[in-house]
């Protein structure tokens, strides 16, 4: 071997080098790959769930059910708050309609100093708008919405009432809808309404953050965890 081919083969040493680079760079793309699919799998996610936030089921309600769930929301110094009084003026007018002549509001006591349960409050607040308090049974343990339906479920188990229609915000119909069906509502109705004084994109998010939880946990109950 001459000077000059050995001046153009590659020692041991270099082809090591190079081995390595090119091994590395694999690695990269894959890497690289990867972090894409992950990043495309979780942009997919959030549409399909902010879909199913945007679209409120769309029920016909009957002239007449059991019961009225209404699914409780956050009390200011033991009075519902703004969004809160939303939900419950809707059960207010379904209520005068005849929709239903018992109603179950569930929610358990918050963290914000409240005295009163969730449940306490829109029963108060029920009554000054003209309902019977013997037309309100209280479920108030409740601290999502899985269990808001769960326990009311289980008022009507010993009630005896069967059909129901649930009351709360639009963005939250879909999920609820979901929860009910899943603990065994039978053909659970649902009664949303918009809202005038929620910040809606950050209650959008946080359905987004929401739902993906509920999900995860529909599936360890499917699985008996």
Do not use: C
């Amino acid at each position: 071997m001459n000077k000059k081919q050995r001046a153009i083969t590659p020692t041991p040493k270099k082809r090591r080098r190079t081995g390595q680079k090119s091994t590395f760079n694999r690695m990269l793309v894959r890497v690289f790959r990867i972090v894409v699919t992950v990043f495309l799998l979780l942009v997919a996610w959030i549409v399909y769930i902010q879909w199913k936030v945007q679209i409120a089921p769309d029920q016909t309600l009957p002239k007449q059910v059991d019961v009225g769930i209404v699914l409780g929301a956050s009390l200011r110094q033991d009075i519902p708050s703004p969004g809160l009084q939303e939900r419950l003026d809707l059960a207010v007018n379904l209520y005068k309609e005849g929709r239903f002549k018992q109603l179950i509001v569930s929610g358990g006591l918050d963290h914000n100093g409240s005295k009163l349960t969730e449940a306490e409050g829109m029963r108060n607040y029920l009554v000054k708008k003209g309902l019977p308090v013997k037309s309100i049974l209280i479920e108030p343990r409740a601290t999502s919405t899985y269990e808001n339906l769960l326990y009311s479920k289980q008022i009507m188990d010993e009630q005896g009432f069967v059909s129901s229609i649930i009351m709360t915000h639009q963005f939250h119909g879909s999920r609820s809808l979901d929860i009910a069906e899943t603990i065994g509502l039978k053909q659970p109705l649902i009664s949303s309404t918009k809202s005038e004084v929620l910040f809606m994109p950050y209650h959008e998010v946080r359905e987004t953050l929401a739902y993906t939880k509920w999900y995860l946990t529909k599936l360890l109950l499917m699985i008996g965890i």
